[in-house]
C-alpha cells in the first residue's frame, strides 16, 4: 500500500442537497494514511498533487460520482498517477485547438435528423485525418455539442442511460441531438 493513499468516505446526504455540491465533491469525507488533515475536496486535490497522484481521482483510479456508482477515472486513464492526467490534459488543450466549435458546427449541419455524440467524434476524426487515440476527440467534441445545445442551437432528444441521483444527476453514454427549430 502506498503511504499517501488518499481514502474517501460518503458523509450522509440529505434529500434536498445540491447535487452541484455532491458531483463537485462534497458530502465526502477525505483521509490520507499519512496522517495528513484533509478538511475538504480542495486540500485532498493539493495532497495529490504533491504526492504525484490523479487529482480528479486521487490516486485510486476511480471516479466516485455519487454513492453506489463509481467508473474508471478519465482524467488519468484510471492509473491513479499525476503524469497520465496531465498528459490528458495537455492533450484535451490540443484539441481545443484543432477541434472548434465552427468545425463542429459545419459538420453537423450535414446531418438531416439526430446525430449521436459518437457519430459525430467520428466525422470529425474523419474531416481532420485524426488517428485513433491522438487526441480525446469525443470528450471535445461533447463538450462543444453541450456548448451548441446550452446556446440553443441544439436539443437533447435521448433519455438518460441511468438515473444516479433521481433525475438530477443522470449518466448518458452516447445522447442523441438534434437541431433546434426555429
Known sequence: MRKHTITVLWE????????LALVGGGFRVYLCLCGKPLGDRTAAELHAMETDQCTTCLGSGTEQVVPDYAQPCTSCAGSGRRRAQLQWQLAYAEAETV????????????????????QVADAVRDALGLPVGRLPVGPRVRDVLRSLEAAGELVLVSAPDELLRGTTVVLYRDPYW?????
Open 12 to 19: 450522509e446526504i440529505p434529500d434536498d442537497a445540491d447535487d
Open 178 to 182: 438534434e437541431h433546434a427549430r426555429d
Open 99 to 118: 477541434i472548434t466549435v465552427d468545425v463542429v458546427r459545419a459538420l453537423i449541419a450535414l446531418l438531416p435528423g439526430p446525430f449521436r455524440l459518437s
